[in-house]
């Protein structure tokens, strides 16, 4: 069975540029959330949708935007890039919303410079 | 003061070795609690879940969460170079976001 994926992989921009992350979780999975995780650090949370609606949202300024689609898949955009934004963005999955156990996709890594 | 605290190690530990982990919080309304491994440039991998306090075994793992100390642990028996890899603490209060710890880097050496 296929897990959480996510695209792309790797990915460089310059600052003040639009990213679009992409996910799709596990089949049958109709949650799914957004984590930033900084290099040695653990992962922050963004967002989560479920079923379509936004579910929750983290201390991130209103630059990072997502929408979860009918067939569950979900985008992350985060616009006017800072350096700052540098960091390993993961896709998490889970049946249910609010139960904790979520499956993490292997993450994109945005570089901004 | 983070809500949820962890020695970011490194843990160095010979193979066949007990490896212990812990990680303190200060929400009492974290009910649901995760331990999950990372290996370099990967995405976490859940390896334990528990549901408020209590002892949970799974194979060579073993978790404990103490609610009234604000107290988690995951015990890992037999430690193998294979098991070298940062491991996260996360907890949930009912609801919607996980809250990590910062990991704590563990190596296991042959």
């Known amino acids: 069975d296929a897990g959480v994926t996510q695209s792309p992989t790797h990915l460089i921009k310059t600052r003040g540029q639009q990213v679009t992350l992409r996910c799709s979780p596990i089949s049958g999975h109709k949650s799914v959330s957004w984590y930033q995780q900084v290099l040695g650090q653990g992962p922050q949370f963004i967002f989560q949708?479920?079923?379509?609606?936004?579910?929750g949202r983290g201390n991130f300024p209103d630059r990072f935007s997502a929408r979860q689609f009918p067939n569950y898949s979900s985008e992350l955009n985060v616009n006017a890039l800072l350096l700052g934004d540098s960091a390993l963005y993961l896709c998490a999955s889970s049946f249910l919303a609010g139960t904790g156990e979520l499956f993490f996709g292997e993450g994109s890594r945005l570089t901004v410079l | 003061q983070k809500e949820v605290e962890q020695d970011p190690g490194p843990l160095s530990v010979p193979e066949g070795a007990i490896v212990s982990l812990n990680c303190t919080y200060s929400n009492s309304a974290f009910q649901y609690f995760m331990w999950y491994r990372q290996y370099s440039r990967k995405g976490p991998e859940l390896l334990m879940y528990?549901?408020?306090?209590g002892n949970k075994e799974d194979g060579r793992f073993t978790a404990q969460v103490d609610k009234s100390s604000k107290y988690i642990s995951l015990f890992i028996r037999d430690s193998q170079p294979s098991d070298s890899a940062t491991y996260l603490c996360?907890?949930?209060?009912?609801?919607?976001?996980?809250?990590f710890g910062g990991g704590t880097r563990v190596l296991v050496k042959p």
């Open positions: 996360a907890m949930e209060a009912a609801g919607n976001k996980l809250t």
């Open positions: 528990t549901y408020s306090s």
């Open positions: 949708y479920y079923e379509k609606e936004e579910r």
